[in-house]
């Protein structure tokens, strides 16, 4: 039986049940379940705190599971990283009074707020810079308020939460963070989690890509073909007009409606985009 772990709160929770729900997999309702059996599937997923999350797959207890690369990187666990998941994106950054510090090396000997104080070590280390860390759990832009620390490093999405703690970002990012799919360092092959791994792979270009269908001529083709190369080359049938041909090609969402313009100054007619909801490649 496939055994997962998936975040049961905070900003990764509903994604990673929403994408899970996507790939074909059984999770919770309107409920609270810690637990939750997916017997089609022959799979089971655990609700668990984000940052056990790493614990749990590394010491082998469960095949697979989702958290953050920031806070699987700050775990001593050994589990690795499988796959990106294209959610849940943010940024760990250090962040202090304004105007009192300008460069990384301004931050030697200063004591530094962190939740993450394994993946900041390592960092400062790497750079050679040598800091008093102040490890804290949850968050931590009012360290500096409180007088427990000079600087704090800190996960940002929009930085307003810094900006309302009257601090700026330092530096460059120390971290760029998403949700990813993780497994046991050194794990050997498992088809159900292999089959797991394709399935979120499906997800992942279903909703990057969509369907396009549009009728252009025949000696139009080649241009329309440079605008929709597909995901290996475009579907191109023969119409019951011998100078038209219908053409099929996967295009990225985020360019659909600039390249259905770009379609019709070439001639393409009866354009029209179609959602993927599941797909293998």
């Known amino acids: ?14 994604p990673a049940t929403t994408m899970l729900r996507e790939a074909g997999y059984r999770q919770r309702g309107g409920g609270r379940e810690l637990v939750v059996a997916d017997p089609d599937n022959d799979a089971e997923f655990f609700f668990l705190r984000p940052r056990d999350i790493a614990t749990y797959v590394g010491s082998g207890t469960l095949d697979a599971g989702i958290t953050g690369r920031d ?15 294209d959610f849940g994106g943010s940024t760990l950054r250090f962040a202090a009074r304004p105007g009192e510090v300008a460069t990384l090396a301004d931050l030697a ?8 104080a394994h993946v900041v070590g390592k960092y400062l280390a790497g ?4 800091v008093d860390l102040v490890s804290l759990d949850g968050a931590v832009e009012t360290a500096v308020r409180l007088g427990v620390a000079d600087v704090i490093a800190d996960v940002v999405d929009t930085g307003l939460t810094i900006r309302q703690a009257g ?4 530096g460059e990012p120390v971290l760029e963070s998403e949700a990813v799919l993780v497994r046991r360092c050194g794990a050997g092959p498992d088809p159900a989690v292999e089959q797991l791994v394709r399935r979120l792979q499906g997800v992942l270009v279903a909703r990057r890509y969509v369907l ?9 083709l080649a241009q329309a073909s440079v605008l929709t190369p597909g995901y290996e080359s475009p579907t191109v049938s023969p119409l019951a007009d011998t100078g038209w041909v219908a053409v099929r090609a996967m295009v990225e969402r985020a360019r659909a409606q600039r390249t259905m313009d770009e379609l019709w100054e070439v001639g ?13 490649l």
Not at 127 to 130: F, Q, S, T
């Open 109 to 116: 000997g200063l004591r530094v707020a962190t939740s993450y």
């Open 127 to 130: 750079h050679g810079v040598e």
């Open 167 to 170: 601090l700026e970002i330092v």
């Open 71 to 85: 806070l699987l990187l700050d775990s001593p666990a050994g589990a690795e990283e499988t796959l990106a998941l």
């Open 268 to 280: 393409a007619r009866a354009i029209l985009v179609t959602d993927i909801h599941a797909c293998r």
């Open 1 to 14: 039986m496939l055994r997962i772990a998936v975040p049961n709160k905070g900003t990764l929770a509903d």
């Open 212 to 220: 396009m269908d549009y009728d252009v001529r025949v000696e139009h």
